[in-house]
């Protein structure tokens, strides 16, 4: 390298910029091997909360990330407001879930040029637990995929796909942090099971606000037996018959709790749980994930919440 010669007059700060700039320079070929700065990262913006939770996890350290619906808030009703167009509007890369939880990003899609990218592509769908209908149509399908943990590992594999296709030089950064995430989803699996496991099985069957844990219960050997609110959205209401026969179902099949969720209203769940004189866990997570700080803002994290909340109401 060719000796710079710099006047003895030369202010320190000026000679301190000119070693900065060389030793930049010298390091110029491994600049690709390091995370970018943050003006240079990919911007991913995300639908709902497990989506969100999921790309933090695929792009640590690489992609800034920023989840239009906010923890605790029901997907089902969510309505965008102008920062959401603005952040669809900046985004480098669009993940949604797709099944009819974000239908509503479908109006702000055209402010944008970026890639779509569905996260839920490929993954085996199944109607709600409750409907049992092997021909549901495609909007009649159970959306809440991210309650069983191997679906959420094809989630995790969609979403590393999209970020290297998105971000190639930080191709192999998405796919080992996938591929750590995919280890801690797997251990947090038999982490699971091993909390349900402690359930009797005689008391193995849950009646939920709504039909969101079908995956869970398959998943981990649950059966879910009724619901206040029927179907898989909680838009719907139910009529003074299904509420007078899921009461005779709680009686028939010696259901100890009733479980809803955080973001929903659980008024009724709670009245029918008096009326029946059994336990009320209104704290669940099934469309949102938890605060920050909570434990549950992570996939993982609200896995494990909900398994020790629904096994200390069936023990």
């Known amino acids: 390298m060719k000796e710079i010669q710099v006047p003895r007059s030369l202010p320190v700060l000026i000679l301190g910029l000119v070693a900065a700039a ?123 995929v991210w309650h069983d943990p191997e679906r959420a590992k094809q989630m995790v594999d969609n979403i590393a796909a999209a970020l290297a296709e998105a971000d190639p030089i930080n191709a192999e950064a998405y796919r080992a942090n996938a591929a750590a995430y995919k280890d801690t989803l797997d251990r947090t699996r038999d982490e699971v099971q091993s909390i349900i496991d402690e359930i009797p099985f005689e008391n193995r069957r849950m009646v939920t606000n709504h039909d969101a844990f079908g995956y869970f219960a398959d998943a981990f050997g649950l059966t879910i037996v009724g619901a206040v609110i029927p179907g898989a959205t909680t838009e719907a209401e139910p009529s003074a018959g299904e509420t007078a026969e899921l009461l005779e179902t709680i009686e028939r099949e010696g259901v100890r709790a009733i479980f809803a969720e955080s973001s929903v209203n659980s008024d009724l769940a709670r009245t029918l749980a008096e009326d029946a004189g059994i336990t009320i866990v209104d704290d669940l997570y099934g469309d949102a994930l938890g605060e920050p700080g909570s434990g549950a803002e992570t996939v993982h994290g609200m896995l494990l919440a909900n398994a020790r909340k629904i096994a200390g109401a069936l023990r």
Do not use: K, M
């Not at 970018?36 to 933090?56: F, K, M, S």
């Open 22 to 144: 060389l030793v930049a320079g010298a390091c110029g070929d491994d600049a690709g091997d390091a995370a970018p700065d943050n003006g240079d990262r990919l911007l991913v913006v995300t639908t709902i909360a497990p989506v969100e939770a999921l790309t933090r996890e695929v792009g640590d350290g690489y992609a800034d990330v920023r989840g239009i619906v906010p923890a605790g808030a029901d997907a089902h009703d969510f309505e965008p407001v102008a920062s959401d167009l603005r952040a669809v509007e900046a985004a480098d890369l669009i993940l949604r879930h797709g099944v009819g939880l974000d239908d509503w990003l479908d109006d702000t899609l055209g402010a944008s040029d970026a890639p779509v990218v569905t996260v839920t592509e490929g993954i085996e769908l199944q109607p709600p637990a409750l409907q049992h209908d092997d021909d549901a149509r495609d909007d009649e399908l159970d959306p809440h």
